[in-house]
């Protein structure tokens, strides 16, 4: 897992962003053998006023779990 900070930009262009990102890594080829697949989970959301980064992290890995168990490629938004 890892983490991903976009200053000064909204919750749309973020997941656009996201959605790229899925895209592009589902599409790249990196074993010769096709069946086996590369794909990525984005758990999409934004610090809230008041809310710690603590807080932030866990509800933001939160949201990645909900992402994870819909299945591969997917963004998920809380």
Request: glycine share 6%; net charge negative.
């Amino acid at each position: 897992e890892f983490l991903l900070v976009l200053d000064d930009t909204d919750q749309k262009n973020a997941r656009i962003l996201a959605e790229r990102l899925c895209i592009a890594v589902d599409d790249l080829d990196v074993w010769a053998d096709a069946a086996t697949k590369l794909g990525i989970s984005i758990g999409l959301s934004q610090l809230q006023d008041g809310e710690s980064l603590g807080q932030w992290m866990e509800r933001t890995d939160d949201i990645l779990y909900h992402a994870k168990a819909q299945g591969r490629s997917r963004v998920a938004v809380r």
